[in-house]
């Protein structure tokens, strides 16, 4: 894919807005910030994904390597939420250079179905050669959820730093000849709810203080969702489990970190 800046290129023209993801069909993770934990967290479980030295703060959209289960055959998104991610299409942040210095702008994707001329789309620029409304608004956007990511990736490292992330071996249950099994997923992480609990009162000031705190409750509250996705991930499949089997597999998602009586002291 190549992304090209909004500039005087591209006076004349404009562009059209996305309805349909079926660009994001082979996305199993998406990154998450803290400005969608609200909408998120009944919609997808939430994990960490460990990258080298930085931590993410992950959606976990599928139970299989690039299969997106909340994107449907005609490209339709199937849950009330879209991750602000694919909200942004056809739009990115792209690093430009201006006087000599790498700075980021709003890139556009060049493609045909996206950029049209102005009659047929949306205007990239009004008639006073400025911006338009609707490109400024997406810019709001983008800016806000770039300052929203950076404070997130900020708490992830807090939490890394803790000691507080552990292998999250997810169970779900697939279809096979011989009827369901439970399967597996690694490669995420998660909060190990112990060693939250023992925290010192400093340590939960500071995780309080970044935010680190309403990201960790938004993790363990969206565990009832894998029971969800994996609901959707039999959908279509033969020799389904049963409502029970997937009751009993939700029961046991959390199973070594259920939510205790503890006192949170911030004073």
């Given at each position: 894919m190549l992304w090209i800046p909004i500039d005087k290129n591209l006076r004349g023209r404009g562009f059209r807005q996305?309805?349909?993801?079926?660009?994001?069909?082979?996305?199993?993770?998406?990154?998450?910030?803290l400005f969608e934990l609200k909408n998120s967290v009944g919609t997808m479980p939430i994990g960490f994904l460990v990258e080298k030295e930085r931590v993410f703060l992950a959606g976990l959209l599928g139970l299989e390597t690039n299969r997106n289960l909340f994107v449907d055959s005609a490209g339709n998104w199937l849950s009330r939420y879209v991750p602000a991610m694919f909200r942004e299409y056809p739009f990115r942040l792209i690093d430009v250079k201006v006087s000599g210095e790498m700075k980021k702008t709003i890139g556009v994707l060049e493609d045909a179905p996206t950029i049209v001329e102005e009659k047929d789309g949306i205007p990239f620029f009004d008639e006073e050669g400025k911006l338009s409304k609707?490109?400024?608004?997406?810019?709001?956007?983008?800016?806000?959820?770039?300052?929203?990511?950076?404070?997130?990736?900020?708490?992830?490292?807090?939490?890394?730093?803790?000691?507080?992330?552990?292998?999250?071996?997810?169970?779900?249950?697939?279809?096979?000849?011989?009827?369901?099994k439970k399967q597996i997923l690694t490669g995420l992480s998660r909060v190990d709810e112990q060693?939250?609990?023992?925290?010192?009162?400093?340590?939960?000031?500071?995780?309080?203080?970044v935010h680190g705190a309403a990201i960790i409750f938004a993790h363990f509250f969206s565990g009832e969702m894998v029971y969800q996705l994996n609901k959707l991930f039999l959908a279509d499949e033969p020799g389904r489990?049963?409502?029970?089997?997937?009751?009993?597999?939700?029961?046991?998602?959390?199973?070594?970190e259920q939510l205790s009586d503890f006192e949170l002291n911030f004073d």
């Open positions: 996305n309805n349909n993801f079926a660009f994001a069909k082979d996305a199993s993770v998406v990154e998450l910030s609707s490109i400024l608004k997406i810019a709001d956007f983008m800016n806000q959820k770039l300052i929203s990511e950076t404070l997130t990736r900020q708490a992830c490292k807090v939490i890394q730093d803790l000691g507080l992330l552990i292998p999250w071996d997810l169970a779900y249950i697939r279809s096979t000849k011989n009827g369901p060693k939250f609990k023992n925290l010192s009162d400093k340590d939960l000031l500071h995780l309080n203080k489990a049963t409502e029970q089997e997937l009751k009993e597999l939700g029961d046991s998602i959390f199973a070594e």
